[in-house]
């Protein structure tokens, strides 16, 4: 398994985890104007962003 494969993984799972648990909190808190709250949620989905980037970097290696 190469790094690229790996980071990808770890980069895209991580995020939807933590963006999940936060969905979940905001919805039965009703918390949906706390700045720390938002400013995580934007961490994550920067944070998935790069691991999606890598994933297809990783699949689009083989089909180029």
Known sequence: ???L???GIVLTVV?????E???L???FTFTRDD???KSAV??????????????????LRFFI
């Open 42 to 59: 934007n961490l994550a989905l920067i944070v998935l962003a790069v691991g999606v980037l890598c994933l297809v970097g990783y699949f």
């Open 5 to 7: 494969l790996l980071s």
């Open 1 to 3: 398994m190469s790094i």
């Open 25 to 27: 909190f905001m919805l």
């Open 15 to 19: 995020p939807l985890m933590i963006l």
């Open 21 to 23: 648990g936060f969905a």
């Open 35 to 37: 700045n720390d709250a």
